[in-house]
């Protein structure tokens, strides 16, 4: 479990990081990327990608909810009955 709870940290302060710590690296007019400075591409890219981060955390959590079986799979004769 402490590991699972380390993996969730690391994976939510990738985007932290990488929108904090790396910014004197990502700090330049060129090269342009889609018509926009590269610091604003990196800034936009690293907001866009954190919902992406969040979700791999949450499906880590003990609290995601856990996918049921498909109707009929569950083994009971009785699941296609009355069809």
Do not use: D
């Not at 889609?34 to 955390?57: E, N, Q, R």
């Not at 003990?62 to 009929?72: I, L």
């Amino acid at each position: 479990m402490r590991i699972r709870a380390a993996l969730r940290l690391l994976v939510a302060l990738v985007p932290a990081v990488a929108l904090t710590a790396a910014l004197p690296w990502a700090n330049r007019l060129e090269p342009r990327v889609l018509g926009l400075p590269f610091l604003l591409f990196w800034i936009l890219a690293w907001v866009l990608a954190t919902p992406l981060f969040l979700a791999v955390v949450y499906a880590l959590s003990e609290r995601a909810p856990q996918p049921e079986p498909p109707p009929g799979e569950s083994g009971s004769p009785a699941a296609g009955a009355g069809r």
